[in-house]
Structures are given as C-alpha cells and as structure tokens.
C-alpha cells in the first residue's frame, strides 16, 4: 500500500520554495491521484494524450495539466482547450501547431522549449543553436498565442550523477544566455523544468525551477491492462 501522504511530505520537506513539484500521475488510477488532491496538491504531469484528457475530464477543474512527454503535433487539438504547460516542445513543427490550437481555443498556451542533452539518442529536444536560429526567425516572431516559459530537459539515464550534473549545467548555462540575449524583460520566461525521482536533487542543485516526479510519490509504474 502506497502512503501518499507521507511520500508527499518527506518530498516537500526536501524542497526549496522556488521549485514547484509536477506529480507525474501517469498510469495512476484517479482515486490515488485524488489522494493527493486532498492533501492540496494541484498540479500533475502526464505524457500521454488520451491519459491526459481522460482525468481531465473526470476530475476537479482548478487542477493545474501539464503534459510532460512527447506531443505530435496530430495530438495537440486534444488538450489545446485545457493544458496548462507543454513541457515538451522539441521541434518548430509542433509549436506552430499548438499556436494554432491555441487560437482556435482563443488562448495563449505556456509552453517550455526542449532540449537535447543526453547521451541517448531515443530522447527528443533540440540543441541551443537549432533553438537559436528558431527564435529568430521571422515565422516564429509571428506566433502570438503561444508563451515561451523557458526550458527542459532529461538527463542521461546513468547511475554516473557526474554526467547527470554535467548535462544539467549545460542546460542552465544554455537557460541563462537566452534569458538574457532574448527574454530579459519576461517575466514568464523563468522555469528550468529538470530532475525525476532518480536525479531530482542534482536537478535542484544545479537550478530546477520544477521537477517531475512519479514513482518516488505514488509508488512504482502501472501500466494499464491491454
């Protein structure tokens, strides 16, 4: 038996109050979720679609979405009306779709811009200079319902924690030269989205504003039934 409860606290109580914790609720029944909605947390991370706007659509409306794993841009439509953060954004392709999505919704959707640090070649991103040469680009100076919010990142999958730490400063180096050559006067422009149960707290050390953590709070994958 999973002692949310208690997962919860011992996380919180290692937590700085800058960084705010996005519980990965994926796989997860709605009734373990809504234990820890009624300890007051309000904010969950899924990376599926269809998982996503299925407990959207069952549970309390001032929850806070986020979708933390790989979007396709066919898929957007979907959570365009609700989403809170993409976490995601690996590609131009894709933020052009959520622009449009967002429109249709008449909102502006936050998003984080993602990058590639990790060894693995499986993991999406981009690197610094393909998000450089984006952003200055005249099309994507053109996208007006979409708010960048700043970066995220996965680490190597290694028990090497020297690699992991080294991958993490490469992103807030990275993080702290766009802030200041293109999003100095955004406020918005803040969030360093690194760190999962298994690396969360080297991601804090080295500047997480977020980490996203799953089994470490509601126990260990379920993957639901075929």
Known sequence: MTDIKSNFEKIKQKLPDNVLLVAVSKTKPVDLIMQAYNLGYRTFGENKVQELREKYEQMPKDINWHMIGHLQSNKVKYIAPFVTLIHAVDSFK???????????????????????????????????????????????????????????????????????????????????????KYFKDKSDFKELSMGMSQDYEIAIEEGSTMIRLGSILFGAREYPKK
Request: net charge positive.
């Open 94 to 180: 894709l933020l052009k779709t959520i622009n449009k999505e967002a429109a249709k919704n008449k909102r502006v959707i936050n998003f984080l811009f993602q990058l590639h640090v990790a060894k693995e070649e499986s993991k999406f991103g981009m690197s610094c200079e393909e998000l450089e040469t984006m952003i200055n680009s005249d099309e994507y100076k053109e996208l007006k319902n979409i708010n960048p919010c700043g970066l995220m990142a996965m680490a190597t999958n290694t028990p090497d924690k020297n690699i992991v730490r080294e991958e993490f400063k490469q992103v807030k180096k990275c993080f702290e030269y766009f802030k200041e």
